[in-house]
């Protein structure tokens, strides 16, 4: 069965900062891995995805994340935290349900910026 | 680019109401798809639809039913609200073999 853990609820950096928000999957397929950003009161937005290929991916907004398939993760990371980067993320896994297209999320992470 | 709307942003209503919240997306994608989102629980799948008329139940379906008459279109129906329904409610679409969900600004929904 697939499933996604995001390790830590809340994420709290000064800006300027390293960004590390950390995602595991488990899938029994290879698996297309996602990161979405959600800002208050909106929906979710695209950052990132893998699918095959390069395993370091480059986002919007500086954002990039390694595919580790020895280590089941898919860890998001910014060198330089900006305040507009506070916001709650979700990291997701697909590439199990054919055509259908479904997703299985994590929790979510909410990244705090301090100034 | 895609563009899902969602038909109200904040909506209340009252327990044993009939609730409607609509979902278009305008890029001719084969999958729609309805998600509740609560605080520390994510993002949780109700239905989702692969095909027009075709709908398959997610992880929490019950007090929920869908329709999607139409390719554009999918909508969530709450027969009967209930308080423990009050929630954010996200509609997403994706291509068929492309699996990048494109999600709706959502509905903050309150049953009173």
């Known amino acids: 069965a697939q499933s996604v853990t995001q390790l830590g609820s809340h994420v709290s950096v000064s800006e300027g900062a390293l960004v590390l928000l950390r995602c595991n999957y488990s899938s029994s397929v290879p698996p297309y891995l996602f990161w979405y950003v959600q800002y208050p009161n909106q929906g979710l937005q695209l950052l990132l995805k893998?699918?095959?290929?390069?395993?370091l991916v480059k986002g919007i907004n500086g954002f990039e994340a390694e595919f580790k398939k020895s280590e089941t993760s898919f860890h998001l990371t910014k060198p330089s935290a900006h305040m507009s980067d506070a916001a709650e993320y979700f990291c997701?896994?697909?590439?199990?349900?054919?055509?259908?297209?479904?997703?299985?999320f994590g929790q979510g992470t909410t990244l705090q910026v301090k100034p | 680019d895609v563009k899902v709307t969602q038909s109200s942003r904040y909506l209340v209503k009252r327990t044993g109401e009939k609730v409607f919240l609509e979902c278009v997306q305008d890029?001719?994608?084969?999958?729609m798809f309805w998600y509740r989102q609560d605080p520390g629980l994510g993002l949780r799948l109700i239905y989702f639809?692969?095909?027009?008329?075709?709908?398959e139940k997610g992880d929490i379906p019950e007090g929920y039913s869908v329709s999607r008459e139409k390719k554009e279109r999918f909508s969530l129906i709450l027969e009967s609200a209930s308080t423990n329904q009050t929630s954010m409610y996200l509609c997403?679409?994706?291509?068929?073999?492309?699996?990048?969900?494109?999600f709706g600004p959502g509905t903050r929904l309150l049953v009173l």
């Open positions: 997403a679409s994706s291509y068929g073999t492309e699996e990048t969900q494109y």
């Open positions: 997701a896994v697909g590439g199990f349900s054919g055509n259908t297209g479904k997703l299985i």
């Open positions: 893998y699918t095959t290929g390069a395993t």
């Open positions: 639809s692969y095909d027009v008329k075709m709908k």
């Open positions: 890029m001719d994608h084969e999958n």
